[in-house]
């Protein structure tokens, strides 16, 4: 199972592991809060800028950093650790709107593809 939740909500025991997928550490976070750090499967600085958080450009965010996932190595990383058991998607961001809640989508749909599921 593939969750996402902030950064700054307390563990709990069915989180899995906890990997924290935004580009810049979140202030007042402690290291051991975090199992891993991908920072590389983060959107770029110029399509986060771009999105801004703004629920108008949700779908045509997603879109846009879905093709950046296509292309990105880490992405199978993460695919591997959400095969072996539960993973958090960790975010610092206060909107509903954002990068861990899309990255998530596009996860389980990669792991429905395989599994010849629908997505």
């Given at each position: 199972?593939?969750?996402?939740?902030?950064?700054?909500?307390?563990?709990?025991?069915?989180?899995?592991?906890?990997?924290?997928?935004?580009?810049?550490?979140?202030r007042g976070v402690r290291r051991e809060a975090v199992d891993?750090?991908?920072?590389?499967?983060?959107?770029?600085?110029?399509?986060?800028?771009?999105?801004?958080?703004?629920?108008?450009?949700?779908?045509?965010?997603?879109?846009?950093?879905?093709?950046?996932?296509?292309?990105?190595?880490?992405?199978?990383?993460?695919?591997?650790?959400?095969?072996?058991?539960?993973?958090?998607?960790?975010?610092?961001?206060?909107?509903?709107?954002?990068?861990?809640?899309?990255?998530?989508?596009?996860?389980?749909?990669?792991?429905?593809?395989?599994?010849?599921?629908?997505?």
């Amino acid at each position: 199972m593939i969750k996402a939740k902030r950064v700054y909500d307390p563990p709990e025991p069915g989180d899995g592991v906890r990997v924290l997928v935004d580009r810049l550490w979140p202030r007042g976070v402690r290291r051991e809060a975090v199992d891993v750090w991908m920072r590389e499967v983060a959107p770029s600085d110029e399509l986060r800028r771009w999105f801004s958080h703004d629920p108008a450009r949700w779908e045509e965010f997603k879109a846009r950093y879905w093709r950046e996932l296509d292309v990105n190595p880490k992405v199978e990383e993460l695919l591997e650790l959400a095969r072996r058991g539960d993973v958090t998607l960790l975010y610092a961001a206060r909107s509903p709107h954002n990068n861990a809640e899309a990255l998530r989508e596009y996860l389980e749909r990669r792991l429905a593809e395989r599994r010849g599921g629908p997505p």
